[in-house]
């Protein structure tokens, strides 16, 4: 029986239940399904096992979309209750593991794999690689990524989600203060995620670096190449001192170690350290591959160079460096004084100014140019006013004396979501519509994209500028309620419409998908936006192999300049090709992570040891296994290419 | 173009619904410290204003101008990879606003931090402040006497909010007299605060503490001298005393009402007065004021002190 109770739920309300079952008939569902249709092979061999990059990106979007909508429900949730005075639709536990979830699942579980499906998709066709440096472990950096998604779902139905805030702020997130064992779940879901995050970090660095094709110096890299390069550095950098802090954050709560207690000599304050020592950058992991992505999008569409390609490299080195001198802002009201206070106020100012460069960047590239108003690029260009909105509040959030009065307030809710719902959220839709056609090999529509994008502009708006002026008017973030003397109400129900908006939206976003896939035409070609960089080049769908032969590659829009200035891209003869094998061992190590982060959790001694033991077995017998790959024999190649539309 | 007149439209009702509420609370200020806040919040606004509206002209004018649907079938966009002048300005103009906004940030900073303007020449009143699930005491060491949930204060007078917490991390927050700090369990912090005229004011826990951290507020009365030398006597006559086991009892998580007691904490649970992270002046210097006011505590303090530090 003690054994039982464990597990159940400290917190249960219906609406949990209900999802109990809910995730119960799903599962049975699916699996239901795959027996029935024949497709556990099918799933094995093409999704499970495989190491290519498109595949292990499309695994990465489709993550990020029902994670989305995972944290939407969320946020939908909140909103709800705080949309009235007073509100008794949620009590203040349940609100309390409600935002946090939501802010762990967005930042870490739909933002960050939504990168990287674009990293993986993207970066090695716009260098004319074959595939990333390690593509095992590529395979490997997803499968921990969802292990540690699943792990971090599964908390609401089974013990309790974590309750102290995404930032998890000890010594609230203590033993002492946090009972359950969400805050378990926490520590060991982000850990199991961000150990993958690090991989990927190291994985894409290195294929940036030494997979370039012939003649793509540095600085002819395309753009989205250059923002990839950039924030896989931050994460090279940052995601250690997450991974410490969390192994500490977890002796703490499991082993009784007092790093972050109020007693026996543990600080507090060294937790928020670490964290926004990798929170802040992580912002900027998150936006700059985000600026990438806009940057091809305005370019394409302009059907114009990028403006100031070296200014807008220069800018993100240098973001990318003042990203790790500004995390004191996140905390000014610590009591540190008007010296450290200035310090980190003015470096944090400081990144306005490469950030700019990048907006006039942005605008200077549409100037003179043939703007064509798709959907993709009425998110980019939606996102300039937007953004700007979001960066200038945050130089206002930079004045340390002023931040006194925006701590903590909604007046900083209302300025980070400005900053990535048009930064980040908006440029996933653009890229999804923008590549969408390069991966599946059909457009979306276009008419029905507009309407997502207009509904989610007018709910974002709607639903996050009100707090602006509550934040100023003295509401203090993660409240569940508040009395009707506050005046807080009106602006409020306003932001519950807004999201009630995005909500709507981002359910057309997804009708899209569906309804492009069964009306779409499917002879696109394999440039429909007529695009600029390299990874246009290739057929659509894109080959296992990417490209026959290795592209020769003379400026930063090799592709554009192939088009209008006859360049020659592709010389030569066909080569067999060396691609590496499938493999389903991490797949199996992800699973082997799931239970022993399980374990952990619970402090289930035994099956943890045995999992440990498990993941270093499978690390073991790789270091045994002779796997050189296989090759793509010429012939192959060539049947392949004329069905694809004939050997260019 | 829509967009722009959408954010126009947005903003404008917005500024309208503003117009006819009561002024927000962090822009009414009632005293020296949130006023320099409001100051430099609204001079802040003002500056980003005129960035936001020459980045939605520029963009305007970009998207109008030069869309595809006005031009020539055969227009073919130049290539363009720069312009020295453009940059110089587009990089030059923000420093500028930065380097401007940085000054006045570091300038207020200090002021902040400080003796409140134009009460540099007044004894400071030493509130300890002090937090538990979910509620804050307030201890008046001078006058030896303890609130809960409420506070006192006088006017004319700067007020150095001594800050701590006997739980999670909570801010101390009271928006119309001065921006909010954090109260901590192993350290002290310091918010100096000053009210310029009587009134009512809103006071709450900011930082996010647990499940009652909604309702985790108190009231601010400021009053002048003499009506608060009058509440103190009233106190002193008809509150009961603060004992150890009844403030053990306080310290318990729930919500209470307001309350009064004569004598204070500090006496048997000292704050924790040590310095993790104070490079500011001010602080260093009051600080000599406390450890002569509450002697007694000092010998818990050290051993206190030297557990923390690991020594």
New interface residues.
């Given amino acids: 029986m003690e054994f039982f109770e464990r597990f159940a739920i400290p917190h249960p309300s219906p609406a949990i239940y209900a999802s109990m079952v809910a995730i119960g008939l799903v599962s049975i569902g699916i699996i239901v399904g795959l027996t029935y249709f024949k497709k556990w092979g099918y799933l094995w061999r093409e999704w499970l096992t495989t190491v290519d990059h498109k595949k292990i990106g499309i695994m990465y979007l489709f993550s990020a979309i029902l994670m989305l909508f995972r944290g939407g429900a969320d946020a939908i949730m909140m909103r709800a209750q705080l949309s009235t005075p007073d509100a008794k639709l949620l009590d203040a536990q349940h609100y309390n593991e409600i935002f946090t979830t939501h802010g762990v699942v967005m930042i870490i579980f739909m933002a960050m794999p939504f990168i990287f499906a674009f990293m993986n998709l993207v970066v090695p066709l716009q260098i004319g690689a074959r595939d990333v440096a390690f593509p095992r472990l590529n395979a490997l950096s997803f499968w921990l990524f969802f292990a540690g998604a699943m792990l971090f779902n599964i908390s609401f139905v089974i013990g309790g989600s974590p309750d102290a805030g995404w930032t998890s702020y000890f010594p609230l997130a203590g033993n002492d203060f946090s009972e359950s064992v969400g805050t378990n779940y926490y520590m060991i879901a982000i850990q199991i995620s961000g150990i993958g995050s690090l991989m990927t970090g190291i994985n894409m660095m290195t294929t940036i670096l030494k997979m370039r094709a012939p003649g793509m110096t540095l600085m002819k890299m395309p753009m989205f190449t250059w923002s990839a390069f950039i924030a896989n550095v931050i994460i090279v950098f940052a995601f250690p001192v997450l991974t410490v802090a969390l192994l500490m954050g977890t002796t703490d709560r499991l082993f009784g170690t007092n790093f972050f207690t109020t007693t026996n000599g543990g600080m507090d304050m060294l937790w928020a350290n670490f964290f926004w020592i990798w929170g802040h950058p992580e912002v900027y992991i998150l936006i700059l591959p985000a600026f990438g992505l806009y940057s091809e999008i305005i370019s394409t569409f302009s059907s114009r160079n990028l403006y100031g390609y070296k200014s807008m490299v220069a800018s993100m080195v240098l973001i990318s460096l003042l990203s790790f001198l500004v995390w004191t802002h996140h905390f000014f009201t610590m009591g540190q004084g008007a010296l450290t206070n200035s310090i980190f106020s003015i470096t944090t100012m400081a990144i306005a100014v490469p950030t700019g460069v990048k907006i006039f960047n942005w605008l200077f590239t549409l100037w003179k140019g043939k703007i064509r108003f798709t959907v993709p690029m009425l998110y980019s260009v939606g996102f300039i006013p937007l953004f700007t909105i979001g960066g200038v509040t945050g130089v206002m959030l930079a004045m340390s004396a002023a931040d006194y009065q925006y701590h903590n307030t909604m007046f900083l809710v209302a300025h980070f979501h400005n900053t990535i719902i048009p930064g980040v959220v908006f440029a996933m839709l653009a890229g999804l519509t923008y590549y969408w056609p390069k991966f599946f090999g059909f457009m979306l529509n276009e008419r029905i994209g507009k309407w997502g994008f207009w509904l989610l502009t007018v709910g974002f708006v709607l639903a996050f500028f009100p707090m602006y002026i509550t934040g100023l008017d003295g509401q203090a973030r993660r409240m569940y309620t508040y009395s009707e003397a506050t005046g807080f109400g009106p602006l409020n129900l306003v932001a519950f419409f807004g999201a009630a908006l995005m909500a709507i939206a981002f359910l057309t976003i997804v009708y899209n998908i569906y309804y492009s896939f069964k009306n779409s035409p499917r002879n696109i070609g394999s440039d429909p936006w007529d695009a600029r960089s390299l990874e246009w080049a290739t057929h659509t769908p894109v080959p296992e192999y990417n490209f026959a032969r290795v592209p020769q590659v003379a400026s930063s829009e090799a592709f554009w300049d192939m088009k209008k200035k006859g360049h020659q891209l592709f010389k030569g003869d066909f080569k067999k090709i060396h691609m590496p094998n499938n493999s389903g061992v991490p797949f199996i190590m992800g699973m082997i992570f799931f239970l022993a982060g399980f374990s952990f959790v619970f402090a289930l001694w035994i099956p943890a040891v045995i999992s440990l033991i498990g993941i270093f077995v499978c690390m073991a017998l790789r270091s045994f296994e002779k796997d050189h790959g296989r090759y793509i024999s010429i012939e192959e190649i060539e049947e392949t290419e004329s069905k694809l539309g004939g050997a260019k | 173009m829509?967009?722009?007149w959408?954010?126009f439209a947005?903003l404008t009702t917005?500024a309208v619904f503003?117009a006819g509420?009561?002024p927000?609370?962090?822009?009414d200020p009632k005293g020296p410290q949130?006023e320099?806040?409001?100051n430099?919040?609204l001079l802040?606004?003002g500056i980003?204003?005129v960035?936001?509206i020459i980045?939605?002209v520029?963009?305007a004018y970009?998207?109008i101008k030069?869309?595809?649907s006005k031009?020539s079938e055969d227009?073919?966009?130049?290539?363009?990879?720069?312009n020295p002048w453009?940059?110089a300005i587009?990089?030059g103009i923000?420093?500028i606003i930065?380097a401007f906004?940085?000054f006045?940030?570091?300038q207020?900073?200090?002021?902040?931090?400080?003796t409140p303007v134009g009460y540099e020449d007044k004894e400071p009143l030493v509130i300890y402040a002090s937090s538990s699930?979910w509620k804050w005491h307030f201890s008046y060491p001078e006058q030896n006497i303890e609130t809960v949930n409420y506070l006192y204060i006088p006017t004319d007078r700067p007020i150095e909010f001594k800050?701590y917490s006997y739980?999670?991390?909570t801010?101390f927050?009271i928006?119309q007299l001065?921006?909010?700090?954090?109260a901590?369990?192993?350290?002290v912090?310091?918010l100096h605060l000053a009210a310029d005229v009587p009134g009512e004011f809103?006071g709450?826990?900011?930082?996010?503490?647990?499940?009652?951290?909604?309702e985790n507020t108190f009231n601010v009365t400021a009053m002048t001298q003499s009506d608060f030398d009058k509440w103190v006597e009233e106190v002193l006559e008809t509150a009961k005393p603060l004992t150890e086991s009844e403030f053990e009892k306080l310290l318990e998580p729930g919500h209470l009402g307001q309350m009064t007691f004569t004598g204070t904490h500090l006496d048997f649970s000292p704050a924790p007065e040590h310095h993790?992270?104070?490079?500011?002046e001010s602080?260093t210097e009051t600080d000599h004021s406390e450890h002569s006011e509450n002697k007694s505590e000092s010998h818990d303090m050290t051993e206190e002190h030297m557990?923390?530090?690991?020594h």
């Fill in positions: 829509k967009l722009k959408l954010l947005t917005l503003l509420c009561e927000l609370l962090v822009l949130a320099r806040q409001a430099d919040i802040s606004i980003m204003a960035i936001v980045v939605m520029l963009l970009m998207l030069f869309r595809a031009q227009y073919e966009p130049p290539h363009i990879e720069g453009i940059e587009c990089v923000p420093v930065v906004l940085s006045v940030s570091v207020s900073n200090y002021i902040v931090e400080s699930d800050l739980g999670p991390i801010s927050w928006p001065g921006g909010q700090k954090y901590m369990s192993d350290m912090t310091t809103m709450r826990n900011a930082n996010f503490s647990g499940k009652g951290f909604a993790h992270a104070d490079d500011s602080e557990n923390h530090n690991g």
